[in-house]
């Protein structure tokens, strides 16, 4: 039963500055990711395209992370 408990802790945010700081960490990660990949697909940055793409996987994150805070509740 502990290890269902310590799950659930990881999945639900803590609070509304958890879920800002795992929406800021998950736009970073994914701004990096995509300007690799643009990188090796392409053999340039396309910074404006992906700047704009980890703002909407962030945004994604934020919205479920909001709504499982609420569900929480």
């Known amino acids: 039963m502990q290890s269902s408990r310590n799950w ?4 639900f945010p803590s609070g509304w500055v958890d879920i800002f ?3 800021i960490k998950v736009a970073v ?3 990096v990711v995509l300007q690799l990949k643009e990188w090796f697909d ?6 404006p395209a992906t700047a704009v793409d980890a703002a909407l ?3 994604g994150t934020f919205a479920l992370n909001a709504i499982l805070r ?3 509740s």
């Open 42 to 47: 392409a053999g340039m940055f396309d910074t």
């Open 70 to 72: 609420l569900a929480k």
């Open 57 to 59: 996987i962030a945004g």
């Open 21 to 23: 700081v795992r929406t």
């Open 8 to 11: 659930s802790s990881v999945v």
């Open 29 to 31: 990660v994914a701004f």
